[in-house]
């Protein structure tokens, strides 16, 4: 349980990775790795679907990332109309790790630029939800 406090609209109350969202609230995002193979998921997986192994571990997702791709959006799906315009992109960490979220709404749409460095920050969404977004680092 656990993982119907993640993100603006949950589909899904009961998850292997429901950890993700308690490390949130602590103010950590996590992927996982697996410990066979070496590969890192994100959004987590708890099974590797490289190796097949289910050995994974926890890792934090820390320092400063390069926005590598983003968009601002102007239409959105069921339950994100009043969030518009958002902007969504593509961070890539040291390892060539990437992670796909939310860009803050605190960074003006003039300075958006692909190798802008950001960091992830977990963000109360209401008083029952939480997610991560990108700020400028």
């Given at each position: 349980m656990g993982f119907e406090k993640f993100g603006k609209v949950g589909?899904?109350?009961e998850t292997k990775a429901a950890d993700f969202v308690n490390y949130l609230e602590q103010g950590k995002l996590m992927v996982t790795r697996c410990?066979?193979?070496g590969t890192v998921f994100s959004p987590p997986k708890m099974d590797c679907s490289e190796c097949?192994?289910?050995?994974?571990e926890w890792v934090e997702v820390k320092g400063k990332g390069k926005l590598i791709s983003y968009?601002?959006?102007q239409f959105a799906p069921t339950g994100f109309e009043d969030d518009l315009p958002y902007t969504l992109g593509l961070v890539e960490f040291n390892g060539g790790l990437r992670i796909f979220g939310r860009l803050s709404k605190?960074?003006?749409?003039e300075e958006l630029r692909v190798g802008l460095e950001v960091k992830p920050v977990a963000v109360k969404i209401s008083p029952d939800r939480i997610s991560y977004e990108f700020q400028k680092a």
């Amino acid at each position: 349980m656990g993982f119907e406090k993640f993100g603006k609209v949950g589909f899904v109350s009961e998850t292997k990775a429901a950890d993700f969202v308690n490390y949130l609230e602590q103010g950590k995002l996590m992927v996982t790795r697996c410990k066979k193979c070496g590969t890192v998921f994100s959004p987590p997986k708890m099974d590797c679907s490289e190796c097949l192994s289910s050995e994974v571990e926890w890792v934090e997702v820390k320092g400063k990332g390069k926005l590598i791709s983003y968009t601002i959006l102007q239409f959105a799906p069921t339950g994100f109309e009043d969030d518009l315009p958002y902007t969504l992109g593509l961070v890539e960490f040291n390892g060539g790790l990437r992670i796909f979220g939310r860009l803050s709404k605190d960074i003006p749409p003039e300075e958006l630029r692909v190798g802008l460095e950001v960091k992830p920050v977990a963000v109360k969404i209401s008083p029952d939800r939480i997610s991560y977004e990108f700020q400028k680092a």
